[in-house]
């Protein structure tokens, strides 16, 4: 979303208000003028009916050329999947060869990169004190994607769950449940966005309703809950965290093992080999 400056620094009290904020009032401040755009966007595009349909989002699955719910590893178009694949798209790019024995870091940089959404989640959320494993869950909430998008929050659970804590783990898995509901109590609101990727009139099915009502009893709710509320859904293109802003945390809690990601013979070892080499024809 474009943000207009002259018109976020008049609504916080002029240019001297601004500098007399802190970085973390600041990156709160644009992302309540983001939300509160968005939500006047929402309403207007209501009124017009511009938002799509389920039936009408359905309609549009024959005119695409592979589906959305595919990994970004196995289509074209970039990183969120924005390009739908309609007429002559862009070709797959010819990823680099692992290492032997490759760490998170490897996937990360040849796999997963830029991973901007994660590091500024991540980002966010270490500059609101967040502990360390909620770090380390917004950091990780989306990776599923790269294998798949669809139901992302158990794919990504079910990549990590040999290698970090059972409370990282619940937090990626149900945080995909829960985007879908909001919590007025920690003001997290549904968001805008969905409206046009999953239709104006969309119901969850009983199964994310279930996930949702299962976490929302959980002792762990707070942390799957904490990942929502990172998970930038207005991006910020002037904030570019690096990898290496959490290696500590990490190193602390991702467990690497001696074999390599994926040839450790753990339950996930299957799926971190198919981002290693998504090619393979079987």
């Given at each position: 979303?474009?943000?207009?400056?002259?018109?976020?620094?008049?609504?916080?009290?002029?240019?001297?208000?601004?500098?007399?904020?802190?970085?973390?009032?600041?990156?709160?401040?644009?992302?309540?003028?983001?939300?509160?755009?968005?939500?006047?966007?929402?309403?207007?595009?209501?009124?017009?009916g511009k938002f799509p349909t389920v039936a009408e989002l359905e309609a549009r699955v024959t005119t695409r050329t592979w589906r959305l719910g595919s990994g970004?590893?196995?289509?074209?178009?970039?990183?969120?999947?924005?390009?739908?694949?309609?007429?002559?798209?862009?070709?797959?790019?010819?990823?680099?060869?692992?290492?032997?024995?490759?760490?998170?870091?490897?996937?990360?940089?040849?796999?997963?990169?830029?991973?901007?959404?994660?590091?500024?989640?991540?980002?966010?959320?270490?500059?609101?004190?967040?502990?360390?494993?909620?770090?380390?869950?917004?950091?990780?909430h989306d990776i599923g994607g790269s294998l798949m998008k669809a139901d992302h929050g158990y794919w990504g659970a079910s990549l990590i769950e040999p290698y970090?804590?059972?409370?990282?783990?619940?937090?990626?898995?149900?945080?995909?449940a829960l985007r879908f509901f909001p919590d007025p109590e920690v003001g997290y609101e549904y968001p805008v966005g969905y409206y046009e990727s999953f239709g104006?009139?969309?119901?969850?099915?009983?199964?994310?309703?279930?996930?949702?009502?299962?976490?929302?009893?959980?002792?762990?709710?707070?942390?799957?809950?904490?990942?929502?509320?990172?998970?930038?859904?207005?991006?910020?293109?002037?904030?570019?965290?690096?990898?290496?802003?959490?290696?500590?945390?990490?190193?602390?809690?991702?467990?690497?093992?001696?074999?390599?990601?994926?040839?450790?013979?753990?339950?996930?070892?299957?799926?971190?080999?198919?981002?290693?080499?998504?090619?393979?024809?079987?």
């Amino acid at each position: 979303m474009n943000v207009d400056r002259n018109e976020l620094v008049e609504s916080l009290g002029g240019e001297t208000a601004v500098a007399n904020m802190s970085h973390e009032q600041r990156a709160d401040a644009l992302e309540d003028f983001q939300i509160d755009k968005l939500n006047a966007e929402v309403a207007a595009r209501k009124k017009s009916g511009k938002f799509p349909t389920v039936a009408e989002l359905e309609a549009r699955v024959t005119t695409r050329t592979w589906r959305l719910g595919s990994g970004k590893l196995f289509r074209p178009g970039d990183q969120m999947g924005s390009f739908e694949g309609a007429g002559n798209g862009p070709q797959v790019k010819l990823l680099p060869k692992l290492p032997k024995n490759p760490t998170f870091y490897d996937y990360f940089e040849h796999r997963i990169a830029p991973g901007t959404h994660l590091l500024q989640s991540a980002a966010l959320a270490k500059g609101r004190g967040e502990s360390e494993e909620i770090i380390l869950a917004c950091l990780l909430h989306d990776i599923g994607g790269s294998l798949m998008k669809a139901d992302h929050g158990y794919w990504g659970a079910s990549l990590i769950e040999p290698y970090v804590s059972e409370r990282v783990t619940f937090a990626v898995r149900y945080h995909q449940a829960l985007r879908f509901f909001p919590d007025p109590e920690v003001g997290y609101e549904y968001p805008v966005g969905y409206y046009e990727s999953f239709g104006i009139d969309y119901v969850p099915p009983a199964h994310i309703q279930d996930a949702h009502n299962y976490a929302r009893n959980h002792k762990w709710y707070g942390l799957a809950r904490s990942v929502t509320i990172n998970d930038l859904y207005a991006f910020n293109p002037n904030i570019n965290p690096d990898i290496n802003d959490f290696r500590d945390i990490i190193d602390k809690h991702f467990r690497h093992p001696a074999d390599g990601l994926g040839y450790d013979n753990s339950p996930a070892a299957h799926m971190w080999r198919s981002m290693a080499n998504p090619d393979a024809p079987l």
